[in-house]
């Protein structure tokens, strides 16, 4: 536990598979101060459903702030510099920043922040993550909003997976050993928050791209 102030503290890391998983790192006002920093931002950069580079669109919309964004079209997954809408992506926020601060263990600054927006009935697949240049930098997730049914695999793809529910305010580093781990989102749990009042999960990722 460490102080936060006056008498809270924040929770301690779970090792789940190497993953460090930090329940309720946010108290529910920190989490409220995200979505309000977050919808600022959403209105500069606009959530898009990306397709698939085999023609799919994904069920989950996004976004990002940062130096640089993640897209994803018919040309395949990758960084870029701006939104497909062509604007530069909107700086991340303090509040944000502040998080990967305190988990990270970097020296670095994230040059990326993806905002993953899940409605009903969205998912994302085991996948790694691999397009940044630096494994020795973690990712950073922060999940905000309804519960999601996070599963964590192997450094290849198959064999036996482990799944833990992702609550609004858990964060989780994947770094370390633990990096290259697949790792998918199999539903989130409609109703299970009431942090956003259209409902559905937020899922930010932080990374350092170069
Ligand atoms: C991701 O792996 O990009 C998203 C993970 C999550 O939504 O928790
Ligand atoms: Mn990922």
């Given at each position: 536990m460490t102080q936060i102030s006056g008498s809270q503290t924040r929770p301690s890391a779970q090792d789940v598979r190497g993953f460090q998983h930090y329940p309720g790192w946010l108290t529910p006002p920190e989490q409220a101060a995200l979505v309000k920093d977050l919808r600022a931002l959403a209105a500069q950069a606009p959530l898009f459903s990306p397709m698939t580079p085999y023609g799919r669109p994904m069920s989950v919309r996004m976004t990002s702030a940062g130096r640089f964004g993640w897209v994803s079209d018919r040309r395949g997954y990758r960084y870029s510099?701006?939104?497909?809408?062509?604007m530069a992506w909107p700086a991340i926020p303090q509040s944000i920043l502040d998080v990967w601060q305190a988990?990270?263990?970097?020296a670095r600054v994230p040059e990326c922040c993806l905002i993953n927006f899940y409605g009903e009935g969205a998912k994302m697949g085991m996948h790694q993550?691999?397009?940044?240049?630096?494994?020795?930098e973690p990712v950073v997730s922060i999940s905000l909003g309804d519960d999601g049914l996070f599963r964590i695999g192997n450094?290849?793809?198959?064999?036996k997976t482990q799944s833990l529910w992702l609550r609004s305010g858990d964060v989780m580093v994947m770094g370390g050993?633990?990096?290259?781990l697949y790792h998918g989102v199999d539903r989130i749990a409609p109703g299970?928050?009431?942090?956003?009042p259209q409902g559905g999960r937020i899922n930010l990722t932080l990374r350092v791209v170069t």
């Open positions: 510099q701006t939104h497909p809408e062509g988990v990270s263990g970097s993550d691999r397009d940044e240049a630096d494994f020795a450094e290849t793809r198959g064999g050993a633990a990096r290259l299970t928050s009431t942090l956003l």
